[in-house]
């Protein structure tokens, strides 16, 4: 009684996702192989309709003046996409560079080599960035004063 009948995603057309880029309309191909990188848009959906993208860059350690720098959302958004695609190794983040899709969805026009996040690493004074990414802020809790 009062509960709708499942639809399976076949059945739905495109459905609108807000992400920090804007909105998009995201399509279910049950037909189409799944990827990892495929379903990152529903987890920037996550990051923009809670603030968690816009907070983070606020209280990001990195502060650019000019337009000569990269960033701080570019920077860390490729350090962003890089880690969500499994990679470990500052080399690995030049994977992204091709990446013409995701980069727009976090509101970026594209990503930076290793060689501007390694540099942003060191002048940022981000000594633990697992631990900036999970909201401890920029010092790890093993981090000794």
């Given at each position: 009684?009062?509960?709708?009948?499942?639809?399976?995603?076949?059945?739905?057309?495109?459905?609108p996702?807000d992400?920090?880029?804007?909105?998009?309309?995201?399509?279910?191909?049950t037909?189409?192989?799944?990827?990892?990188?495929g379903?990152l848009?529903?987890?920037?959906?996550?990051?923009?309709a809670?603030g968690?993208?816009?907070?983070?860059l606020?209280?990001?350690?990195?502060?650019?003046?000019?337009?000569?720098?990269?960033?701080?959302?570019?920077?860390?958004?490729?350090?962003?996409?890089?880690?969500?695609?499994?990679?470990?190794?500052?080399a690995?983040?030049?994977?992204?560079?091709?990446?013409?899709?995701?980069?727009?969805?976090?509101g970026?026009?594209g990503?930076v080599?290793e060689?501007?996040?390694?540099?942003?690493?060191?002048?940022?004074?981000?000594?633990s960035?697992?631990?900036?990414?999970?909201?401890?802020?920029a010092?790890?809790?093993?981090?000794?004063?």
């Amino acid at each position: 009684m009062g509960e709708c009948k499942s639809t399976s995603f076949g059945d739905q057309k495109a459905w609108p996702v807000d992400t920090p880029g804007g909105r998009y309309y995201a399509e279910w191909d049950t037909g189409a192989p799944v990827t990892r990188e495929g379903q990152l848009i529903f987890f920037f959906q996550f990051l923009h309709a809670g603030g968690r993208w816009k907070e983070f860059l606020a209280r990001c350690p990195l502060k650019y003046t000019g337009n000569r720098g990269s960033g701080a959302a570019k920077v860390f958004g490729t350090v962003l996409l890089s880690v969500l695609s499994g990679h470990w190794r500052y080399a690995h983040i030049n994977a992204e560079r091709g990446d013409g899709v995701n980069p727009g969805l976090l509101g970026i026009d594209g990503t930076v080599s290793e060689d501007v996040v390694r540099q942003a690493m060191m002048r940022g004074g981000v000594p633990s960035l697992p631990f900036y990414f999970l909201g401890l802020g920029a010092k790890s809790p093993l981090h000794s004063e």
